[in-house]
């Protein structure tokens, strides 16, 4: 009978040691495309029937934790960044608002929430904002983005393609150049380093055939990649497709459907447009391509790095 009770006792204690959250790791804060979900103006099925105002789908952004140094980091600044916020604070961020938060471009849904530092809301002092040099000289020359840079409400730092930052003594992050509509920055991705486990962070992007490197080998390398999926495939939206160039989730398919369902499990779809079927609560064939070993980024999702 003693044996039994240890037994139990046993299993018990190595079950909830098991459940213990991982020191570093990845949150998902947001998954659509810039304008939001639903989109403004539409009355179309994907933002009326298929609306669920239960279903959290935020601007598309992640959170990097650190429980060790007690730090997190934010990848995206979106107009969602108060409800991201407290998300990540209330679940696992450090004392600080925000250790740092990484830009990719100057499109609205990646860089419009630093207004929220600013004096009319948090009234930041010197919440580290990384980004790439056209970045930082177009917050640095363009109102009121100069604003919060004059009242120390954020502290730009400089970044460098394929230059590796240090964020914690666990965790690196290393941005890239991509591809992109670069009307007022360049664009990039970031490849997050834990200490056991890596991530590609890649939103925004025209094509994979445009990148000078290989999305399929650059998938290979790491053990997450969050892709843009902003479009399921060609003639979604009424306009030339050729004007807002993003690589369609069956293109990407196809440069995976060779592949291992270990690797095509290390996909994560995200920045979802509102008419992507990707955000419909059922549909059949997202139910067959997550059959396949794809994921599809959703709000909350945890990874250990």
Not at 107 to 123: D, K, N, P, S, V
Not at 197 to 218: G, M, Q
Not at 256 to 273: A, D, G, M, Q, R
Request: with cysteine; proline share 5%; hydrophobic share 40%.
């Amino acid at each position: 009978m003693n044996k039994l009770i240890y037994l139990f006792l046993f299993l018990t204690f190595f079950s909830c040691v098991k459940q213990l959250p991982p020191d570093q790791f990845i949150t998902v804060l947001g998954n659509v495309q810039d304008a939001g979900y639903p989109h403004i103006g539409c009355e179309k099925f994907c933002c009326n029937e298929n609306f669920n105002s239960a279903t959290v789908n935020f601007v598309t952004s992640l959170g990097i934790t650190d429980l060790v140094d007690n730090k997190s980091f934010l990848l995206e600044a979106t107009p969602d960044i108060s409800m991201q916020l407290k998300f990540l604070k209330n679940n696992h961020s450090s004392s600080t608002i925000i250790d740092g938060v990484f830009i990719t471009h100057a499109h609205i849904g990646h860089y419009t929430g630093l207004m929220y530092f600013g004096r009319e809301a948090l009234g930041a002092y010197k919440v580290p904002i990384y980004v790439m040099p056209k970045m930082k000289l177009f917050l640095e020359s363009n109102s009121p983005w100069d604003q919060l840079i004059d009242l120390n409400n954020i502290q730009l730092s400089e970044i460098f393609h394929n230059k590796n930052i240090t964020i914690s003594n666990n965790l690196e992050i290393v941005p890239f150049t991509v591809p992109h509509r670069d009307e007022f920055s360049e664009t990039v991705g970031y490849k997050i380093i834990g200490p056991n486990k890596s991530a590609l962070f890649i939103p925004d992007i025209n094509k994979w055939n445009l990148w000078y490197k290989d999305i399929v080998e650059e998938v290979k390398d790491v053990d997450y990649a969050f892709l843009d999926a902003t479009f399921f495939k060609d003639g979604e939206v009424n306009r030339s497709m050729d004007e807002i160039p993003h690589p369609f989730i069956v293109e990407t398919l196809s440069l995976f459907k060779n592949e291992s369902k270990e690797v095509k499990n290390k996909i994560h779809f995200i920045h979802f447009n509102h008419t992507n079927i990707s955000l419909q609560h059922k549909n059949p064939v997202i139910d067959s391509i997550a059959k396949l070993g794809y994921n599809f980024a959703r709000f909350g999702d945890q990874l250990s790095l």
